[in-house]
Antibody
């Protein structure tokens, strides 16, 4: 069974940092590009970042470029999102999903507030 | 970035009714490799999104065949032939042809 399990979320003050993790199982993680996607409370889906299977290609949404860093460790079947200089508008449920959006995690909540 | 415009934003239906959702793109989603990377997702209340249709019209494994997708270029449609209670939620189209990937604004399907 395919599973994507996110962790690392929580309440953080503006300007601080947080690192999200997504552990994959049930499929060959190293063969898949991966996305981070977020959903602000009551809002739609917003793509955040993408990393190719071998980390050669990385893309970011303009809203997070320069503040967020996507990375992966294929030996650990884990995807990461390092978030710095957090803002209130980064408050959202963060999902990891495969490159073609066929598998999604359950999401992890990030709340940026003083 | 490619803009995907979904209509209607809200859809009220009775059980058994057939409904359609439109997704229009600001530019053609036909990739140079011949594929069209337009997919449909359903997010049920309190759940993560799930893939229903990929590459315009291909049904994801396990998805009932009352769901169908069609379209080409810039105009795409998701049809549900006979709505069931479990179909309620928000439907999103998403494109992967042009970087970055972008989502439509969503269509909320609710019971009339």
């Amino acid at each position: 069974e395919v599973q994507l399990v996110e962790s690392g979320g929580g309440l953080v003050q503006p300007g601080r940092s947080l690192k999200l993790s997504c552990v994959a199982s049930g499929f060959t993680f190293s063969n898949y590009g991966m996305n981070w996607i977020r959903q602000a409370p009551g809002k739609g889906l917003e793509w955040v970042a993408y990393i190719s299977s071998g980390s050669s290609y990385i893309y970011y949404a303009e809203t997070v470029k320069g503040r967020f860093t996507i990375s992966r460790d294929n030996a650990k079947n884990t995807l990461y999102l390092q978030m710095t200089s957090l803002r209130s508008e980064d408050t959202a449920l963060y999902y990891c999903a495969t490159g073609s959006f066929d598998y999604w995690g359950q999401g992890v909540m990030v709340t940026v507030s003083s | 970035d490619v803009v995907l415009t979904q209509t209607p934003p809200t859809l009220s239906a009775t059980i058994g009714q057939s409904v359609s959702i439109s997704c229009r793109s600001s530019q053609s989603l036909l990739h140079s490799n011949g594929n069209t990377y337009l997919h449909w997702l359903l997010q049920r209340p309190g759940q993560s999104p799930q893939l229903l249709i990929y590459l315009v019209s291909r049904l994801e494994s396990g998805v009932p065949n009352r769901f169908s997708g069609s379209g080409s270029g810039t105009d795409f449609t998701l049809k549900i032939s006979g709505v069931e209670a479990e179909d309620l939620g928000v439907y999103y189209c998403v494109q992967g042809t042009h970087a970055p990937p972008t989502f439509g604004g969503g269509t909320k399907l609710e019971l009339k």
